[in-house]
């Protein structure tokens, strides 16, 4: 695949914090379209991934291409993230505004949008994925499910080039799982670039184009769902799910 | 919800009156305020120089004849200390934000702001009304009133600067970092990050401090009397000096004592409201 087809390209990306190696060279390449998930044990280095493509961590060394544009060295932060959203495991709402002024603030104020254009922008979206009702509430005032929808629809009204999702549903009580997955899932098919972390792995196979297999810092094992699921290679994907399976999670 | 707001409401009685839930308790209350304070009462009045010191502090006449001029002179004093919160609340978020810039090439700024917030609060806030109300006039400088008032304020600005920058600087780290990666994840400027998100929420947690930090200027705005303007303390010294009589300075004293206990009573008032939400759930 050349850099030009890519929506995303990760070459030889490493990224230390402190005297700890958290990635350790990583090549990924992410079609248009396409939905990579990210499976790993905690700290095999998924969040640290998604944060370094965001540029909310400088790597170390490496090059990442953002539809063929090299983005980690000399291009301006704030440019780039403005077209990557990403969504946190905890939320992250503003809660000192309400759900609409969530949405509306970077569209307003980091790409110079009308108000009456962002909120209008900002209320399609909400109806889209049932949240217009909660339009003037604060973010104490949702549950967890409707926070991270809320969060989504932030990253969404963006119009950003490829989502990022760190285990979004990893802070949700069981039952509230399903309505973020759902929407997870129609972004997917509508067509929206994604690299999900995620440790719902039936949402995975279910849903991802691909399955990476993080193992200390490095992508050891990448395939389509059905290939990595029932027929991995390496021995440490197969104890890894062998341990997920025995939990009860696939 | 209204079991929140019950035990709300049981909270603040609380602050003051501690646990009084019954009737019972509320008559022992009363009675044993009533019995410790008839005792001090009648310990102060029995002792043996009290007939000098009513005459010496409590004039009903001196009072009555000083109160309107003192009260006039105390409307200086209100200005003093309204122009410098003004200031100070801008000047101080300054400090605090130039304290928080990122990066190695503007450490400058920040040193600049720790040196000045040191300086400040480390120098008594007496010195450097007399050093600023002496000095800086002698300077002559062009444009620059030589008034003691302007100095004054200038003084009280400085000072209380370092302390509410340091209170800001308490509530800007208080920001959770997860609130500045969301905004900075949008695509938000450092700045606007700041703007838009972090100061929002960190002005909401500091107002108790804040004001708690007021109530001491407004105070310290009496200290201005030492470079010459006849505010409410140095009018009261005035009519002490010409009638022998202390009287004014109670005058005085409680003019100062009507606005700031308001100020004392509304910053528990809006700690406890914090207290609640936080232990509600609530991070509004």
């Not at chain 1, 217009?132 to 950003?160: F, N, W």
């Not at chain 1, 972004?187 to 184009?209: K, N, P, Q």
């Not at chain 2, 646990?19 to 019972?24: A, F, T, V």
Request: glycine share 8%; aromatic share 8%; with cysteine.
């Amino acid at each position: 695949m050349s850099t030009n087809e890519a929506a995303l390209r990760l070459e030889g990306v490493r990224k230390s914090f402190g005297s700890v190696e958290v990635l350790r060279g990583v090549d990924l390449d992410v079609g248009e379209h396409e939905v990579v998930c990210l499976i790993g044990a905690s700290g095999s280095g998924k969040s640290t991934l998604l944060r370094c493509v965001n540029l909310l961590e400088r790597i170390d060394a490496g090059r990442i291409f953002l539809l063929g544009e090299e983005i980690a060295h000399g291009v301006d932060a704030n440019k780039v993230r403005r077209r990557v959203g990403i969504v946190f495991q905890a939320f992250n709402l503003f809660p000192h505004m309400t759900v609409l002024r969530n949405v509306t603030l970077a569209p307003t104020k980091a790409l110079g949008k009308h108000r009456a254009e962002a909120e209008a922008e900002a209320m399609a979206l909400l109806e889209r994925f049932g949240l217009a009702d909660k339009r003037h509430e604060y973010p104490d005032r949702l549950s967890g499910g409707q926070q991270q929808r809320v969060a989504i629809v932030r990253a969404l009204a963006m119009r950003p080039d490829l989502m990022l999702l760190d285990e979004v549903t990893s802070a949700l009580d069981p039952e509230l799982v399903a309505e973020v997955l759902n929407v997870i899932q129609e972004l997917a098919e509508a067509g929206m670039t994604m690299v999900i972390a995620t440790h719902e792995m039936s949402f995975a196979r279910d849903t991802a184009d691909r399955v990476c297999f993080l193992d200390a810092g490095r992508i050891l094992e990448q395939g389509p769902p059905e290939e990595i699921f029932t027929r991995p290679r390496e021995p440490r994907t197969q104890q890894f799910l062998e341990r997920i399976i025995a939990a009860g999670r696939l | 919800m209204s079991v929140d707001a019950e035990t709300g409401r049981a909270n603040r009685r609380s602050r003051i009156l501690g646990d009084l839930q019954g009737g019972r308790n509320i008559a022992v209350a009363v009675a044993s305020t009533v019995v410790f304070f008839a005792v001090v009462v009648l310990v102060v009045v029995n002792s043996a120089g009290w007939p000098e010191v009513r005459k010496a502090f409590f004039d009903r006449q001196l009072f009555t004849d000083s109160f309107p001029e003192i009260a006039r002179a105390f409307l200086l004093n209100v200005r003093i200390f309204c122009i410098a919160e003004v200031v100070i609340l801008v000047a101080a978020l300054g400090i605090a934000v130039l304290r928080g810039l990122p990066g190695p090439v503007l450490f400058p700024f920040r040193l600049l702001a720790v040196v000045y917030t040191d300086l400040f609060r480390g120098i008594p806030t007496i010195l450097v009304i007399y050093i600023l109300g002496f000095g800086a006039p002698a300077l002559q400088l062009s444009g620059v009133p030589n008034s003691p008032f302007f100095w004054g304020v200038t003084a009280l600005v400085l000072v209380y600067s370092a302390y509410v920058a340091e209170v800001y600087r308490a509530g800007i780290e208080s920001v959770h970092p997860s609130q500045e990666a969301a905004a900075r994840s949008l695509g938000l400027s450092h700045a606007k990050t700041l703007r838009f998100v972090i100061i929002p929420q960190a002005v909401r947690r500091v107002i108790p401090p804040l004001l708690n930090d007021f109530i001491g200027l407004q105070k310290d705005s009496a200290l201005v009397a030492l470079i010459g303007p006849i505010e409410a303390f140095r009018q009261s010294q005035i009519d002490v000096a010409a009638t022998f009589n202390y009287t004014p300075y109670l005058a005085t004293a409680l003019l100062f004592l009507l606005l700031t206990i308001p100020l004392a009573r509304l910053t528990d008032w809006l700690v406890a409201r914090d207290r609640r939400r936080q232990s509600a759930g609530g991070a509004r």
